[in-house]
């Protein structure tokens, strides 16, 4: 009787309703009975449960009063076990306005406890931690920015996690920009770009990766800025990540990047030799649980710190290769090893920045001549950056101090010591000299 009446319902609703959205939001319940003007419904989760009732509560109400004429409202239960008998679709015909909202999947090892921190990452490491707690929203967005395979999704997941855990009730979407990106274009080419905007305006914590992407992509930056202003409006918590700071993404909208800066904006800084040895470390226990355990001889930890410096996913994976080759052999893990089973890897990271690259660059980032840089003016707009360039020359090249002098237009070595100190000192104080450092260096050592 009451399926009966549910279906005849759920059909005009079709008709009212088209297709897709039907197939979204009402052919997912059942009605399960109607008593006291109260009737109930059963959603696979829910997020569906509250979309219907916030927009198609009416419509349902006035329909199902043709039976049930005393009824004034509906109740929805969850019954997520429906949810999982349903197949899943493959990722191409997702037409659904539903399918729009589902979450990336989360990487398993993401997690906190998984995650090293070290000075370079502590700040970023801090901030995620106190929006995965749920609370109230203090910083909104949280941008963590920072190079290649630093951690940053890695950070992301683990927020993810602990919220899934922390706050079972909150909608939490993670998702890259690409993807972002491509839900519009495709809720755009199927007519659905109410559901879209909907669907993303009534998320509880919006996470968006790799945020770069949508620089220079006008349209899918346009609905980004909306959905980002109608969330923050809502004080729904975003987190962003991007491969640098929000004022150097180019081709992104003043309006957003502004936007982006009225929250709390932290760097995952490039590692340093402990953070390395650290996540060595801590790898190389986990590789021991799944490979089972494996010796590793003295120094390779250190060697490998030093000497694999660009990325941690470069040094995850060198790390991997010796595990699964010493246990292959049976042998302990040497110094030796190392150098035959990484030598791509070695030759690789031996490219050496050169004291006129540095100069070069650094001549470029502040627009001066390089004749400037190299030569004797002492006025403050040319001599910074002549310090600054000294003390990269002194941090990513191997010169010494009086060879350093010498590619400086002849400096004495004490001169570039005082440069190398000043910088050293400033980076401390004066936070866009050292924002300024960081990005030189990034560019210097991709
Ligand atoms: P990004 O998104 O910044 O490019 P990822 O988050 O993908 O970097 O990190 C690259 C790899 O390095 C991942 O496997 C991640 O687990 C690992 N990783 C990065 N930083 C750390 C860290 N501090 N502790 C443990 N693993 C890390
Ligand atoms: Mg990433």
Known sequence: MIAQQWSKVSQELRQELGESS???WI???ELVGVENGIAQLRAPSRFVGDWVKRNYHDMIVARLRADHTDLAQLEFSVNPGRERRTPPKPATQTTEAGAILESAPLEGRYTFDNFVVGKPNELAHAAAKRVAEGGPVTFNPLFLYGGVGLGKTHLMHAIAWDLNQARPDLQVLYLSAEQFMYRFVQALRDRQIMDFKNLFRSVDVLMVDDVQF???KESTQEEFFHTFNALVDQNKQIIISADRAPGEIKDLEDRITSRMQCGLVVDLHPT???LRLGILHRKAASFADTLGPV???DGVFEFLAHRITNNVRVLEGALQRLFAFSNLIGQEITLDMVQDCLSDLLRSSDRRVTVEEIQRKVSEHFNIRLSDMLGPKRARNIARPRQIAMYLAKELTSRSLPEIGRRFGGRDHTTILYGVRK????RGTDSQLAED?????RLLQS
């Not at 450092?437 to 260096?441: C, G, I, Q, T, W």
């Open 22 to 24: 039907f197939k979204s």
């Open 27 to 29: 052919e997912p319940l």
């Open 214 to 216: 949508i620089a220079g």
């Open 272 to 274: 340093d030799y402990e």
């Open 295 to 297: 010796r590793v001889g």
């Open 423 to 426: 910088v050293e000192e400033m």
């Open 437 to 441: 450092v960081d990005l030189l260096r």
